[in-house]
């Protein structure tokens, strides 16, 4: 219960590893939102768990797998009591005008609505990331709790809703991570081994069911439009298009070394790594193969 006898009406689930340089600014965007805070670590070495109880949170230890895999244990497993749950990334922070908006509606929100999209601004080096098709990017990480779960998929995740109502809030959330442009690098390195596993995946009939609106269109034109282009090539034009055809150019040095890294080098390396695996896998002998030998 809040202190003033009215019940909570938000909880924040925050997944963590080692984030001591970007979980304050993230705690602190929450202060003025009477909430509670469950912080699910896999593991931290630094100071993520001192800070984050720090800030009234709830400190809770899991092994990590996947985003999907880890955020959905923490909707089966915390003790969440409040009738609206949202997700935050670490180096996330809502925005002022976000946090007023949700104090203002979710004690008044129609029982027909189940979940909330936001905006999410992203920031490199201190600068708002505003063209290229980078902004807005519409991402559902508001629900009722126990109307939507994760998607377990090794990349690009999204919440699934059941049923009811999904709306748009106004204003937007801010992504900006404080840990440097190697970690960014190390991340995208790993980012690009699971993309290359949900590229497989896919190959053999895994599918993207219950997705929808802008989530579904995107991951349409990303299979059947650049999917269809040919390795490494495809990463050039990709390239090209955000920072010439939709502006990136426009966002200044840091956009020219986000754009490049994240829509050329990111992309290139991911169809390098796609190519890497179909080799292993043309050299690896196949089961009926090896058996047919040892019944010779």
């Known amino acids: 219960m809040a202190p003033?006898?009215?019940?909570?009406?938000?909880?924040?689930?925050?997944?963590?590893?080692?984030?001591?340089?970007?979980?304050?600014?993230?705690?602190?965007?929450?202060?003025?939102?009477?909430?509670?805070?469950?912080?699910?670590?896999?593991?931290?070495?630094?100071?993520?768990?001192?800070?984050?109880?720090?800030?009234?949170?709830?400190?809770?230890?899991?092994?990590?797998?996947?985003?999907?895999?880890?955020?959905?244990?923490?909707?089966?497993?915390?003790?969440?009591?409040?009738?609206?749950?949202?997700?935050?990334?670490?180096?996330?922070?809502?925005?002022?005008e976000l946090a007023d908006e949700l104090k203002a509606s979710l004690p008044s929100m129609p029982a027909t609505v189940s979940a909330a999209e936001m905006k999410r601004r992203v920031y490199f080096w201190g600068r708002w990331i505003r063209h290229g098709g980078y902004y807005p990017v519409w991402l559902l990480r508001l629900w009722r709790h126990g109307m939507a779960r994760c998607e377990e998929r090794w990349m690009d995740e999204h919440m699934i809703v059941q049923s009811g109502i999904t709306i748009r809030l106004r204003n937007d959330f801010i992504d900006e991570n404080h840990k440097g442009l190697g970690f960014w690098i190390d991340k995208h390195n790993r980012y690009a081994d699971r993309e290359v596993a949900d590229m497989i995946a896919a190959a053999v009939g895994d599918s993207d069911r219950g997705v929808d609106g802008s989530v579904a269109r995107r991951r349409w034109l990303k299979q059947n439009l650049y999917g269809k282009m040919p390795l490494y090539w495809r990463a050039f034009f990709y390239w090209f298009y955000r920072y010439f055809i939709l502006l990136g150019f426009l966002d200044g040095k840091p956009g020219l070394v986000f754009h490049f890294l994240q829509a050329f080098w990111y992309r290139f390396m991911i169809d390098a790594k796609l190519y890497e695996a179909r080799i292993k896998a043309a050299e690896t002998p196949q089961p009926h193969a090896a058996d047919s030998r040892q019944a010779g």
């Open 4 to 96: 003033n006898g009215v019940r909570k009406v938000l909880s924040i689930v925050i997944l963590t590893f080692n984030e001591e340089a970007n979980l304050p600014q993230c705690l602190q965007s929450l202060a003025g939102l009477d909430c509670d805070l469950f912080v699910v670590d896999s593991g931290s070495t630094d100071r993520t768990a001192e800070i984050a109880r720090s800030f009234g949170a709830t400190v809770v230890q899991h092994p990590f797998i996947n985003q999907g895999k880890q955020l959905n244990w923490a909707l089966d497993h915390l003790p969440i009591r409040t009738p609206w749950v949202m997700r935050l990334d670490a180096d996330e922070r809502l925005t002022d």
